[in-house]
């Protein structure tokens, strides 16, 4: 992830390895008080993640709660993300002065084990799309990496509106490059004075995982741009 954002202004933290006993304000241990451990030691690590990351920014430890829709909630002035799966955790945080909104997610990189979780996250302009990328590329898992974009796109959407976006409300257009675009397919919030049509974001695939990551900026790119 940190490659990945390198030239952004942000702080990352990631890691691959959960701490023997990590930790947890107790707010934060309520929330898992009930979860399996694999949940409990997902959620406490990348939180240390993201209380790393916010020492950097010389903010003080605090507990990072789950809001109403499972969106962390970040101090006064901080935008972030956060993203967890099999082997690795990672936070990236911001100050509100320096960027709009952040969204991360990190999968395995592998094919989706089911297609029908294909066609729910897809429309048939995206499906096509993936079957001439897997004709010219067959190595990447074309599909694993749209749905990651897609994660990243909601976690960027959410704190700007405070709404739900579904699969079915943003069309991906992935590139080789290690680029990605997301067209917003339901009106956009305002943003610098411009309504938001869309996202640009990164992927990069490393050591097994597949990283996408989108940092809106103050002043996003006028349409088309």
Known sequence: MESLLGAAPVTVVETREDPADPFLFP?????????????????ATVRQCARTALAELGVPAVPILPGPKGAPRWPDGIVGSMTHC????????????????????????????????????????ERAALAGLGFRHPDVPWDRLLFSAKESVYKTWFPLTGRWLGFEDARVHLHPDGTFTADLLVPGPTVAGRELTGFRGNWLIRDGIAVTAIVLPLTPPAPGT
């Open 86 to 125: 099999a082997g690795y955790r990672a936070a990236v945080v911001a100050r509100a002065s320096a960027v709009t909104s952040i969204g991360i997610d990190a999968e395995p990189a592998a094919p989706l084990s089911d297609a029908g979780v294909l066609a729910l996250v897809t429309d048939e302009s």
């Open 27 to 43: 707010e934060e241990a309520d929330v898992v008080a009930r979860a399996v451990d694999k949940r409990r030691r997902e959620f």
